[in-house]
């Protein structure tokens, strides 16, 4: 619920990235590495050390970014997609 309703999250956590991600919630994420390249590559999760200067960055590059609307994992319809191609398949 908290992370539904904020403007963005900053934590060293692995899986709340992408839960961030799945709420539409960017994140920076305060470690050197992540398993979600994904999500830094569309710009939905920053990498930064703890170091105040370079978070400040961050985090204003961020805020001047505007929306993000790119979705590395579909648009959530994938089982309706595949039943409507095994109707049509069947059907023929």
Same mark, same amino acid.
């Given at each position: 619920?908290?992370?539904?309703? =904020? #403007? !963005?999250?900053?934590?060293?956590?692995?899986g709340?990235?992408? /839960?961030?991600?799945?709420?539409?919630v960017?994140?920076?994420?305060?470690?050197?590495?992540?398993?979600?390249?994904?999500? =830094? #590559? !569309?710009?939905?999760?920053?990498?930064?050390s703890?170091d105040? /200067?370079?978070?400040?960055?961050?985090?204003?590059?961020?805020?001047?970014?505007?929306?993000?609307?790119?979705s590395?994992?579909?648009?959530?319809?994938?089982?309706?997609?595949?039943?409507?191609?095994?109707?049509?398949?069947?059907?023929?």
């Amino acid at each position: 619920m908290l992370e539904r309703h =904020v #403007e !963005l999250i900053v934590m060293d956590a692995g899986g709340v990235q992408k /839960e961030a991600y799945f709420h539409q919630v960017p994140c920076v994420t305060l470690r050197d590495e992540t398993e979600w390249v994904e999500l =830094v #590559e !569309l710009g939905w999760n920053h990498l930064a050390s703890p170091d105040g /200067e370079e978070l400040t960055s961050i985090l204003q590059r961020r805020f001047e970014a505007g929306n993000l609307d790119k979705s590395p994992y579909g648009d959530g319809h994938a089982s309706t997609k595949i039943v409507s191609a095994i109707m049509q398949f069947a059907e023929h």
